[in-house]
């Protein structure tokens, strides 16, 4: 998917070409590929679209499918062609939370512990934590898609619930981009181990990746970090000359 992500893809086609690997490599059923890019990142469906994807876009995708029974669950935010200030700034908080949730995870921890480290609904633009359900969010992962555990500041507060080790479960961070129309979304699939913690979602996710081909111009390549409206990239469109 990160190799074949560039202008011009649809987002439905992005699921086709994902639903074919999955089952080429011999997945049993694959339950939904979700896939939002550009203003549909903020607020975003949990459907895709036939939408263009255009140089610039924000783009995430979440891979659902059953593989000898078992099943994943695993976001990965991408920026198209570059990325914007904003759109980076979006994801290292998305990434902020995620590295302090994955750090409180051990056996005796609870889930209410790990919800403590998320902020508010609030924070990110929504009315209340039932309005932002599954955003800042945790599931099991086993023989279904979302089995307890439950990570949620909608619930975990007044029922938490005690990691012990063997558990598996999936942890997602969501921020909205100071644009007003792009996101980062992260979620890593976790083994809680005797003395903390194994992350099994290997696909890199520390730092926002950038897809697509890289833009050249007369004076050699242009950043992976720009704005994806030209003139703002300038002191003149900037109004700073």
């Not at 086709?16 to 896939?35: H, I, P, R």
């Not at 507060?157 to 981009?177: C, I, K, N, Q, R």
Request: hydrophobic content about 40%; charged content about 20%.
């Amino acid at each position: 998917l990160y190799e074949f992500l560039r202008p011009g893809v649809k987002e439905n086609e992005a699921v086709g070409l994902v639903s074919k690997v999955l089952y080429d490599l011999g997945s049993e059923y694959v339950e939904g590929v979700n896939a939002i890019s550009g203003e549909r990142c903020s607020p975003h469906p949990h459907v895709y679209s036939d939408r263009l994807i255009r140089p610039g876009d924000p783009a995430f995708f979440d891979i659902l499918h059953s593989y000898q029974g078992y099943r994943t669950c695993y976001y990965r935010t991408f920026a198209v062609g570059s990325a914007s200030t904003a759109q980076h700034d979006a994801y290292k908080r998305a990434r902020e939370y995620m590295d302090r949730a994955i750090a409180l995870v051990r056996p005796g921890a609870t889930t209410a512990d790990i919800v403590a480290v998320w902020p508010k609904a609030e924070e990110f633009g929504f009315a209340n934590e039932e309005a932002a359900f599954a955003l800042q969010y945790g599931h099991g992962v086993g023989l279904s898609i979302w089995e307890k555990p439950i990570f949620s500041r909608l619930v975990s507060f007044d029922h938490p619930e005690v990691l012990v080790e063997g558990m598996v479960f999936a942890l997602e961070t969501y921020w909205p981009s100071a644009d007003g129309w792009g996101a980062a979304r992260i979620e890593e699939e976790v083994v809680v181990t005797a003395t903390g913690c194994q992350v099994i979602t290997k696909f890199p996710a520390e730092d926002l990746l950038v897809a697509g081909q890289r833009y050249y111009s007369v004076g050699g390549p242009l950043p992976l970090q720009r704005d994806s409206q030209s003139h703002l990239n300038t002191p003149a469109g900037r109004g700073e000359i």
